[in-house]
């Protein structure tokens, strides 16, 4: 089945700006490359800041979408674990150049604050996911915990076109190793 219209601007836009950029992407090779015309393109999202919106919220719904279908599909006590196995098949898949977020907070930090806004705000639903994983496997609210997975994955994430994925993903579990859910209390 064909795409639609939007979802193949969906498709090549997300391609275009995360292997050349947000900036450097204009609208009229967005257009031509996804076959439409440009008036289809704002008919769909009224403007680029729009699109890149779109696209930013889509790619991160289907990440997160992955990291619960991981940590639901996890035993008992391997939640972080879950998450951090189906992070690293991301950054080996899907995540070659880093992190298409992180890239639209440092483009649009002084260009468009709303955007490096709806950045941060999606990095904060992964962190509260992480919490949640946290908090699956000791039973506790653990915020230092939590902060500190989040740095593992997003260092790893921002270092995979420095290091590669495979040399990022090995860090990864390296580090996991030192970020150990205390035991839960006996009478909990």
Partial sequence: MRPSKRDAVLDTAEHLFYHEGFHATGIDRLASEAGVVRMTLYNHFGSKDALIEAVLERRYSRYMDDLRDAMAQSGPGNAIQA???????????????????????????????????LGRRLKHRLLTLIAEAVE???????????????????????LVPVFGSDHAIRHVHTLLDHVRPRECPADA
């Fill in 136 to 158: 699956t496997d000791t039973g506790t609210h653990d915020t230092d915990m939590s902060e500190q997975l989040l740095m593992i994955f997003e260092g790893a994430n921002a």
């Fill in 83 to 117: 998450l951090a196995e189906r992070h690293c098949s991301w950054l080996s898949e899907s995540s070659t150049h880093g992190c298409i977020v992180i890239k639209a907070i440092g483009e649009y930090e002084s260009h468009n604050p709303a955007i490096a806004a």
